[in-house]
């Protein structure tokens, strides 16, 4: 009987070393870890799909891409996560209006980001790059050639960067909504740091996508 | 500050001119023609810098504690060797005559 009791205190005293706050923030950043290993294997393949093709097998990435809209892309990108640092000090200071303010403008430039790469999309198809063929010409009016697999890498990496904001967008909408009914205080926020982590997530990987995809 | 790490925020518009500034040298670094591994080098650089940024500011990881920024870190250096040991499959002189080779046959026999 005594025994019992004493297993009892001990229930009693125990507390879990993972709060729900930093549960929550382990568990974005352990997926954050295993979808940059997602990213890394598609950004691998890409380096090594391009090198087996060689210098002239390979078209220079400016031939086909156009840089400038892109560039305003990644602009556009880097705003939205300032909003988002910005929609969590607001809340953290108490001002729910306007955390749901720097949250819609986050929202908004996701959704533009999206609209943008629909665009390029489109154009690039129109163009003559699809899954299976390059275009025969390229921005600078030459005539051009090279691996048929530029496409393919081109929209699995880029495609996959955007259903991530995609799906950023839509976890992001939840929360404004979950904020417009009032669930955020000063004191109880860390959703909204972890919607963050995953947008600036997303932030970064276009940092790198960028960079591999469209400049190199 | 790394005891109260909410309570005092950096100053986010300032990283945020940071990252504007260095997108900005990355075109300007990208657009002239020259050597490919130097331009890949300095672009690579580049980009760790922004991410870098992004990681320590934005997702306040370094004003969580060190252990995490270990974890995060991890996936970075197995993605650098898995581009390494995927480099010598397809771009060894050996693999790259068994590519060449038989297309010249074909043209042979063609002609």
Redesign the interface.
């Known amino acids: 009987m005594e025994h019992a009791n004493t297993l009892d205190d001990t229930r009693e005293v125990y507390e879990p070393s993972l709060t729900p706050d930093s549960l929550g923030k382990l568990g974005m950043w352990i997926f954050l870890v295993g979808d940059t290993m997602s990213f890394g294997a598609l950004l691998a393949a890409y380096a090594a799909i391009r090198a087996g093709a060689g210098a002239i097998g390979w078209l220079p990435p400016s031939e086909i891409l156009g840089i400038n809209l892109t560039a305003g892309m990644t602009f556009l990108l880097i705003c939205s996560s300032l909003t988002m640092v910005k929609a969590l000090e607001a809340i953290q200071n108490g001002n729910v209006s306007r955390m749901c303010t720097f949250l819609a403008l986050t929202i908004a430039g996701g959704v533009i980001f999206m609209g943008l790469q629909a665009y390029e999309w489109t154009e690039l198809i129109k163009h003559g790059l699809t899954l299976t063929s390059i275009p025969e010409h390229g921005l600078s009016g030459a005539a051009i050639s090279g691996s048929t697999l530029f496409g393919p890498t081109f929209y699995t990496i880029t495609g996959f960067h955007g259903l991530h904001v995609t799906g950023g967008v839509i976890y992001l909408i939840v929360i404004l909504i979950h904020g417009l009914r009032g669930r955020y205080t000063a004191e109880f926020n860390h959703e909204v740091e972890i919607v963050g982590l995953y947008w600036h997530f997303v932030d970064l990987i276009w940092i790198m996508v960028f960079t591999f995809i469209y400049l190199l | 500050m790394a005891d109260t790490p909410?309570?005092e925020?950096p100053k986010?518009?300032n990283?945020?001119y940071w990252?504007?500034a260095l997108?900005i040298i990355?075109?300007l670094?990208?657009m002239p023609e020259y050597s490919?591994i130097i331009?890949?080098l300095l672009?690579?650089g580049?980009?760790c810098a922004?991410?870098v940024l992004?990681?320590n500011?934005?997702?306040?990881l370094k004003f969580e504690r060190r252990t995490?920024a270990l974890?995060?870190l991890?996936?970075?250096i197995?993605?650098v060797f898995?581009?390494l040991m995927?480099?010598p499959?397809?771009?060894l002189k050996t693999r790259?005559d068994a590519l060449v080779a038989p297309k010249a046959e074909v043209i042979n026999t063609s002609r």
């Not at chain 2, 500011?57 to 306040?60: D, S, W």
């Open positions: 909410h309570k925020h986010y518009i990283i945020f990252l504007a997108t990355e075109i670094v990208a490919i331009k890949g672009l690579i580049l980009a922004k991410a992004v990681a500011y934005f997702m306040h995490l974890i995060v991890t996936p970075f197995i993605c898995l581009v995927l480099m499959d397809l771009t790259h």
